[in-house]
């Protein structure tokens, strides 16, 4: 069965500092990885998708890899700022989705 | 772990019927759930949000109508979808929220593979 895994499980830096969040998972059968920004009460924002044959994804401050064959991805976010404070979740596609625990980061002005 | 648990994890159907996905929250009660779908090749997207008793609260862009979201208690949320046409096909997932333990913490369906011919 699939597991994903996110480390740290929660963050804490001073603004302005660039950061990596990481994801594991044990199996390697996925369509996609997708990262997500979640705020209390809040529905998930996408950030970043990342297909099965691609290794990156950029947008503004955020960059996200794939390495399929060692399970990892990492979410780099760039010059960070107190609004990035969030829970930030990865999940894979397989036969159904995989959730990651999750790690909270706080950015601290 | 609070378990949230999704049916039909499959299912095919014919254009212009309807399909109901139950969302539950197994060992917890949850005020709000969330409605997500996913197309091919495409993020995961935020259709709507659920609490109890009340009416669903819709992105930009997704029918109510069409999507009919019932939360009628704290465990079980559905969602329906109304003549459903090919290009629905897609991945639902839905997600309930609590916040127990003074956090709030959303756990997350398996997902609903919705393919219509």
């Known amino acids: 069965k699939q597991e994903v895994t996110q480390i740290p499980a929660a963050l804490s830096v001073p603004e302005g500092e660039n950061l990596v969040l990481n994801c594991s998972f044990t199996?390697?059968?996925?369509?996609?990885l997708q990262w997500f920004r979640q705020d209390p009460g809040k529905g998930l924002t996408s950030l970043l998708l990342i297909q099965s044959s691609q290794r990156e994804q950029t947008s503004g401050r955020l960059n996200a890899s794939l390495d399929k064959s060692s399970g990892r991805s990492t979410l780099y976010i760039a010059a960070s700022q107190p609004g990035d404070s969030a829970t930030y979740l990865c999940?894979?596609?397989?036969?159904?989705?995989?959730f990651g625990t999750g790690t909270s980061l706080t950015v601290i002005p | 772990g609070a378990v949230v648990s999704q049916h039909p994890s499959r299912v095919i159907c014919k254009s212009g019927t309807s399909v109901k996905i139950e969302c539950r929250s197994l060992d917890f009660q949850a005020t709000t759930m969330f409605w997500y779908r996913q197309f091919p090749k495409q993020s995961l997207m935020l259709m709507a949000t659920?609490?109890?008793?009340?009416?669903?609260?819709?992105e930009q862009g997704v029918e109510k109508d069409k999507f009919l979201i019932n939360h009628a208690s704290l465990t079980l949320s559905t969602l329906t979808v109304t003549s459903a046409h090919p290009e629905d096909s897609s991945f639902y997932i839905c997600s309930a929220s609590t916040t127990a333990g003074g956090t709030d913490t959303q756990y997350f369906g398996p997902g609903t593979r919705l393919t219509v011919l």
């Open positions: 199996d390697s059968a996925i369509y996609n």
């Open positions: 659920s609490n109890e008793g009340s009416k669903a609260t819709y």
């Open positions: 999940a894979v596609l397989g036969n159904q989705f995989y």
